[in-house]
């Protein structure tokens, strides 16, 4: 492609509204530009890049035994409605109606229409396994898009799905799917863990998330400083046991704390440590109110609750609930006296506070000398906080460290949720009537290119890994007024391509250091300058990853190039 007949708008200042470095590098080389906030346009060097990493994922899920389909990205809110996520996916789903007051979604997922599909088409366990896969734009309205690329609105997405007739069948593509996801990220080059994670608002339980080591992820790792253990800070499960004080407990006794809340300020309010005081909270758990308790020093997993009471969603209940509920305020509110219908449930850290420290359910008072074995005897006990770093890992191989991530793949077993509530069923060769048993797998396409560019970068501008760059080669006459330049700039622009190679062609009547500062932006693997000796036939090689460079005959270039993209 010669430049002068494609679109790269290059920029020479960072934008100001671009905080990481794969946002401020994808718009200054010209690869995105935004429309709104959280809405972007691909350039065609960012198409080339996305054609690129869509066709690794086609090979690979052509070989998991995945066949590739498209469904429509607007969705009926019946079927929503029928899997019961209409109400409780949330606000990021993008509803609307239509002339005739109909209710619409843009598909911020497929698992509705999927199963719909095949519950209508797929009658036999005859036909069972079948994986299907499509690449398409979703939708979704967050509240505070950001990092250009890494939380939008609109983004690209590869979505499979794969239907079972027995849990068996689902493990085994499953751990198909898990590997080929492994093969397109190693392929992409990019620096990944595949960690064990919270199945959120899909369902299902058995999930891993493949997150791409960055600074600016959003989601944190825990992993070990000595084995291959690795999850998300939410799964990741803490210690079940502590060291327990040998002191006699005491006489429970109320105490006036005024006006003091917070963990941090009752401690300090009655000179003792965080670890004796036992953090009490009101969750709303589905429609039903669950009491979770925590040691003052630890920080309470929500996902951990929600997934212990077996509910879709638990969140911290809003002080006007722990007010109509507990008839307390919040900052004062303890596990003594609570209604029969509110569950009580605490961290196992818990069980190792003696003469302890909790709200009296009485604004401006607190409890000391607490002991949760002899005053909460209804108790229910269990891993309820986040891991911290220092912990034992899991695996019993270590300590836990902390790294951030970009979720870039999730993959789901979703067992019958899907199938049970919207009726997808198959006869098994009794002819009896089953569930489909379901699997969903997703990837991040323009979320990965942007990870790759987090991973590849300099102070110049993007370094493509060979696999996924727009083009192979950038050919730069420095002087397009010079004939012998010209006319050796054209020769290779033509040999290089009937060779297989993509070449960029900077045939543009612009400076030098202009041609060159674009070149190091876009960052294509080999540029190829023609310069004053042109007319010998002698051309500079430079290459992106290294900065090294060297002078060679113009002949001697397809053995170069064959030996960096091993052709």
């Known amino acids: 492609m010669k430049q002068s007949m494609t679109f790269i708008p290059t920029l020479r200042e960072v934008p100001a509204d671009a905080d990481i470095k794969s946002h401020q590098l994808l718009l200054r080389a010209g690869y995105i530009r935004q429309n709104t906030s959280g809405i972007y346009s691909y350039m065609p060097l960012a198409a080339k890049v996305l054609q690129k990493i869509q066709n690794i994922i086609r090979e690979e899920m052509e070989n998991a035994g995945a066949a590739e389909l498209l469904m429509p990205a607007l969705q009926q809110s019946e079927l929503w409605q029928e899997s019961g996520r209409w109400y409780s996916y949330g606000p990021e789903l993008m509803r609307f109606r239509d002339r005739h007051n109909r209710e619409f979604a843009l598909g911020a997922t497929h698992e509705e229409v999927i199963t719909s599909l095949l519950r209508d088409e797929v009658k036999s366990y005859k036909r069972l396994p079948l994986t299907l896969y499509q690449i398409q734009s979703k939708f979704r309205d967050e509240k505070r898009p950001r990092f250009g690329l890494l939380r939008g609105r609109e983004f690209i997405m590869k979505d499979a799905y794969s239907f079972h007739s027995s849990q068996e069948s689902l493990d085994e593509v499953y751990d198909k799917i898990f590997q080929a996801y492994s093969n397109i990220f190693s392929r992409c080059g990019l620096d990944f863990r595949a960690v064990i994670a919270d199945s959120g608002a899909m369902g299902g339980k058995d999930t891993h998330e493949f997150m791409v080591l960055s600074e600016v992820g959003e989601d944190t790792i825990a992993y070990s400083d000595t084995s291959k253990y690795a999850a998300n800070i939410e799964m990741a499960p803490a210690p079940m046991e502590y060291e327990k004080s040998n002191e006699e407990p005491k006489d429970i006794e109320k105490v006036e704390t005024p006006n003091q809340k917070t963990i941090e300020e009752v401690a300090a309010f009655l000179n003792v440590e965080k670890e004796k005081c036992i953090k009490t909270l009101l969750f709303k758990a589905d429609d039903s109110f669950v009491l979770v308790l925590v040691r003052g020093d630890y920080e309470i997993n929500d996902i951990k609750v929600k997934n212990l009471v077996e509910a879709r969603t638990a969140e911290l209940a809003a002080q006007e609930e722990t ?190 250091g202009v041609k060159f500062a674009d070149a190091d932006l876009i960052g294509l693997p080999v540029r190829i300058t023609v310069g004053k000796r042109a007319g010998e036939g002698i051309v500079e090689v430079k290459f992106r990853r290294n900065g090294e460079s060297q002078e060679i005959h113009a002949d001697e270039l397809p053995g170069l190039l064959n030996d960096l993209f091993l052709r």
């Open 323 to 512: 007010k109509e509920v507990l008839n307390c305020v919040t900052g004062y509110v303890g596990p003594l006296n609570i209604p029969t219908d509110v569950k009580v449930i605490a961290d196992y850290s818990v069980q190792s506070v003696v003469n302890g420290v909790c709200g009296a359910n009485e604004e401006n008072f607190h409890y000391v000398n607490i002991n949760p074995d002899r005053d909460i005897p209804s108790i229910q006990y269990a891993d309820l906080r986040f891991i911290e770093e220092g912990d034992a890992s899991p695996d019993g191989e270590g300590s836990i460290k902390f790294a951030r991530g970009i979720e870039v793949g999730h993959v789901f077993k979703l067992g019958t949720r899907y199938s049970v509530d919207m009726n997808a069923m198959y006869l098994d060769e009794n002819g009896r009537s089953q569930p489909m048993i379901m699997g969903c797998y997703g990837i991040g396409v323009s979320r990965t290119m942007a990870s790759i560019v987090e991973q590849y970068n300099d102070e110049k501008g993007i370094i493509w890994p060979l696999s996924v760059t727009p083009f192979d080669v950038h050919v730069i006459p420095v002087n397009v007024k010079s004939d012998d330049q010209v006319a050796l700039s054209d020769k290779l622009y033509k040999d290089l391509k009937a060779k297989g190679y993509d070449v960029l062609y900077d045939d543009r009547a612009e400076r030098a």
